[in-house]
C-alpha cells in the first residue's frame, strides 16, 4: 500500500507500507534496517548518502532554535537514546541499534550556526542500506508494530489536497468572514503526475471482507420500506461459499478464504463467479487464479458459538 504526496515547494514523496511474509523478529531487524553512521572506509559512497540525507537536526540541547523543537523537546523524539544492540521496546516498536562512541559508534562533525560541532548515532534517522544506495535521497524505513501506523498511511488517501490561505483586504477592513479564502493548491509538479494519470495511491493486493456468522445470523441493512424484503435471509459469502461448494466441484476443494483467490464477489446477484483473467489452475479448465487474499471478520471469543464455528 502507497501515497503519494507534493509538499508546498512541489517534491513529492510517498508513504509505502509492506507486509512480510514472516514476521520480523528483533535479532533480524539489523539486517534490513539501521540506524548507525556507515563505516566510511569499507563503504564510503553509503556513508555520504547517510551523512548528508539522513541526519536529523541536530536538535534539543546542541539547537534549541531548530524547526522541530516545541516546548524544549524535539517533536520527532531526537536525539534517540544510544544502545548496543537492537531491542524490542515495551510499546513493541523497535529500538534500533545506536551504539555509542565508547562502543565504537561512529560520529561525524556538522555546522550549526557557523559553529563545529560533533554529533553520534543519536541522530541518524532508520534507513535500509539497499534503499539509500539505489535512491541516494531521504528514505525514512521503519518496523511497523501498531495498527496506528496503517491507519496514519491509509488516512493520505482520503484526506484531500493541499490548502492556501490567502486574502486581500483594505487597510482598515476587519471582516472575519471574508478575511480570507480556502483555495486548493497544486503545484506544477503536482498536476504534470495527474495530467500523466500517474498513480496517487495503490493497495495491493486486493482483500475480500467475508462474513461469519451462525446459520440465519446474517448481518441486514434495511429500512421501513424494504424491512419485510430484506428479512427474508439474504445470501452471505459464507451462504454463497456452501452453495458453491455443492455445486462446483473445484470451490469444493478450497477453504474458505481460498475462494476471492479463485472468484470474485458479485455484490448485486450475491454470489462467487470464476475468475475470467488469472493464472490458469493446472487440470482445471476455466479456472484461473489471481493474488487477491480473503480475510474473515474477527470473531470475540465470547462469541462462543460462532467462534468455535470459526475456528
Excluded at 561525524?108 to 535500509?128: A, D, L, M, R, T
Excluded at 486548493?184 to 493486493?205: C, D, G
Excluded at 461459499?241 to 481460498?258: N, Q
Amino acid at each position: 500500500m502507497y501515497s503519494v504526496e507534493w509538499q508546498k515547494r512541489g517534491l513529492p514523496h510517498a508513504h509505502i507500507l509492506i507486509w512480510l511474509l514472516n514476521k520480523l523478529h528483533s535479532n533480524e531487524v539489523d539486517d534490513i534496517i539501521s540506524a548507525e553512521i556507515p563505516d566510511p572506509v569499507t563503504d564510503p559512497r553509503l556513508h555520504d548518502i547517510v551523512t548528508t540525507q539522513m541526519v536529523h537536526g541536530p536538535c534539543g540541547a546542541l539547537n534549541p532554535l531548530s524547526p522541530c523543537m516545541a516546548d524544549g523537546k524535539c517533536t520527532k523524539r531526537y536525539p534517540r537514546p544510544l544502545v548496543a544492540e537492537t531491542v524490542t521496546g515495551n510499546d513493541g516498536y523497535p529500538v534500533y541499534r545506536r551504539r555509542s562512541k565508547e562502543d565504537n559508534g561512529r560520529t561525524i562533525k556538522v555546522k550549526v550556526q557557523n559553529q563545529e560541532i560533533e554529533i553520534g548515532n543519536e541522530f541518524i534517522v532508520p534507513y535500509c542500506p539497499l534503499l539509500s544506495r539505489i535512491f541516494e535521497t531521504h528514505a525514512n524505513v521503519e518496523s511497523c508494530h501498531s495498527a496506528k501506523s496503517i491507519k496514519y498511511l491509509c488516512k493520505y488517501v482520503t484526506k484531500g489536497s493541499d490548502m492556501a490561505v490567502f486574502g486581500i483586504a483594505s487597510e482598515n477592513a476587519n471582516d472575519e468572514i471574508s478575511n480570507f479564502q480556502m483555495g486548493r493548491y497544486v503545484s506544477t509538479n503536482e498536476a504534470l503526475w495527474r495530467l500523466l494519470s500517474f498513480q496517487i495511491h495503490e493497495r495491493y493486493p486486493t482483500v475480500v471482507h467475508l462474513a461469519v456468522h451462525l446459520e440465519n445470523g446474517q448481518r441486514v441493512y434495511f429500512t421501513e420500506a424494504n424491512a419485510a424484503q430484506r428479512a427474508e435471509r439474504p445470501p452471505s459469502t459464507l451462504t454463497s461459499f456452501f452453495a458453491m461448494c455443492e455445486a462446483d466441484p473445484f470451490a469444493a476443494t478450497l477453504m474458505y478464504v481460498e475462494m476471492p483467490k479463485y472468484y470474485t464477489w458479485n455484490q448485486s446477484t450475491k454470489k462467487f463467479q470464476r475468475r475470467k483473467q488469472g493464472t490458469p489452475v493446472p487440470d482445471w479448465p476455466q479456472v484461473f487464479s489471481t493474488d487477491a487474499l480473503g480475510r474473515m471478520y474477527t470473531v470475540h471469543p465470547r462469541n462462543d458459538e460462532c467462534f468455535c464455528d470459526c475456528c
